[in-house]
């Protein structure tokens, strides 16, 4: 598991500056035998140029940025067997402090079992999250001989998220001349629906663009004609089915009207969402055949997801939260959610028992919302 802070140094000092051209990090072993051990050189620990260079001219060189990386101490019996102690956490976390160009901005644990760095961690140890040059992790891994555990920490992603990716950009993607420009109207059952996604696809990229009050949205496709558009897609923020048509008919010269039909219009939904209904999910679960009592009180569940939105009328019951990578400054922002996942989770499990929309499996369960991502 990788554990993730963006939001800035955590209690962290300031570098020191190397003397002259560069500086070693010793790390002071704890062992009956009172053993210096060397957990980084001197080209470790020496200053690099930083990831932008500042001018007069308030213009900067765009070069590769540091990354975040996950430092923990190594149990080795092996190295035990040699008469090299384990080194002490609160030791390498002060040589990691006092380092040029490495910035300590989180501490995590005390943990036991932390993914991959389950194997080799002593317990009680915990989990230093450094943001540093690639270069000079590598450097640290291997003049740590074998006491540190050095691993990049990854970012955590939504896998059922399918964005449009653009491909690899080269000289044959045209940005200007020739293009294709639609304008769509959006509409169901008479009227405008404003906040609607719209996806236009040709060969090569795509074109997004958000309907305004008045349904409308204009999009570009560069080096395409109406000939050459292959998808179309609408996804509406709620209330309707969204629509997918391929080899579109666009007319470049008329407004596209794209007709959504209600959820409504589907029988098993009649009337929805102003009556409330069970999902087809709820009901192959039978969920519907549990008696009325079983609505999970005194059952406290954990989603760890991008956060839980409770200005929604289903949600206001969710109280507790916890915004973790936002929690060196503040971690109440766990109720913006970005992505819109986490709160149709916390919908699907504990929404609320009202008259309308959807009731959740558990709504009387108390939820506490982890906010992990976009950026964990």
């Not at 304008?183 to 009227?191: I, N, T, Y």
């Not at 192959?284 to 200005?311: E, K, T, Y």
């Not at 507790?320 to 971690?331: A, R, Y």
Request: charged fraction near 20%; glycine fraction near 8%; hydrophobic fraction near 40%.
């Amino acid at each position: 598991m990788s554990s993730k802070s963006e939001s800035g140094r955590s209690g962290a000092s300031e570098p020191t500056p190397a003397t002259g051209s560069s500086t070693s990090v010793a790390v002071k072993d704890t062992s009956s035998s009172a053993k210096e051990t060397t957990a980084a050189t001197k080209e470790a620990a020496a200053p690099r140029e930083s990831a932008t260079t500042e001018s007069k001219s308030g213009q900067r060189e765009l070069k590769k940025r540091k990354r975040q990386f996950l430092v923990a101490p190594r149990h080795n019996p092996t190295l035990q067997m040699m008469g090299i102690a384990p080194l002490q956490f609160s030791v390498v976390e002060q040589a990691l402090r006092d380092g040029p160009d490495i910035e300590v901005i989180d501490r995590v644990g005390p943990k036991n079992v932390i993914g991959a760095l389950a194997a080799g961690v002593p317990g009680g140890a915990g989990v230093l999250v450094a943001r540093m040059a690639e270069e000079k992790a590598a450097a640290l891994a291997m003049q740590s001989q074998g006491q540190l555990i050095v691993e990049r920490d990854q970012s955590l992603q939504l896998l059922d998220v399918n964005y449009p990716q653009a491909e690899l950009m080269n000289y044959s993607l045209p940005m200007t001349g020739t293009a294709l420009t639609a304008e769509f109207l959006v509409m169901a059952q008479d009227k405008p629906i404003e906040g609607a996604a719209v996806y236009l696809f040709g060969s090569l990229l795509p074109a997004r663009g958000v309907t305004d009050a008045n349904g409308k949205v204009r999009l570009t496709l560069f080096g395409e004609t109406t000939s050459s558009v292959r998808r179309l897609y609408v996804k509406p923020r709620m209330d309707y089915w969204s629509f997918y048509q391929e080899q579109p008919d666009i007319r470049d010269q008329e407004i596209n009207v794209v007709k959504l039909r209600a959820l409504s219009d589907w029988p098993s939904l009649a009337n929805f969402p102003k009556q409330q209904q069970l999902s087809w999910g709820q009901k192959a679960m039978r969920l519907d055949q549990l008696p009325p009592h079983f609505r999970g009180q005194g059952i406290r569940i954990a989603i760890v997801d991008s956060g839980a939105a409770n200005q929604h009328q289903d949600l206001t019951n969710i109280t507790h939260g916890n915004d973790i990578v936002n929690k060196q400054h503040d971690t109440s922002t766990w109720t913006v959610d970005t992505l819109s996942h986490g709160s149709h989770c916390a919908g699907v499990i504990a929404g609320m028992d009202s008259a309308v929309g959807v009731r959740g499996f558990v709504p009387d369960a108390e939820i506490h919302a982890c906010k992990l991502f976009p950026g964990g």
